[in-house]
């Protein structure tokens, strides 16, 4: 099956699905179940959509998903206590 687009190009959108949750992380006690969930849920979405979108999973791509992550993250925590 072809992918409808390119593992890069959905980066961005890793990024903004991990806002909300930042900002839920920002608000919780640390290591709580809210706060693990905070992390952890936006997992399942990212490889939901690589699924959707018929991108197969490659490592060479895999920094750029955490730095996704991480910045989305952040973001969403900087939001909150901003």
């Known amino acids: 099956m072809q992918p409808l687009c390119s593992p890069w ?3 961005p959108l890793m990024l903004l699905i991990n806002v909300p949750f930042g900002y839920w992380r920002a608000r919780s006690r640390k ?14 979405f990212a490889i939901a959509l690589r699924l959707v979108l018929g991108i197969a999973f490659c490592f060479s791509v895999l920094p750029v998903y955490v730095l996704a992550f991480a910045a989305g993250q952040a973001a969403g925590g900087w939001i909150r206590n901003r």
């Open 31 to 44: 290591f709580s179940f809210a706060w693990f969930a905070a992390i952890h849920v936006p997992i399942l």
């Open 9 to 11: 190009a959905i980066a």
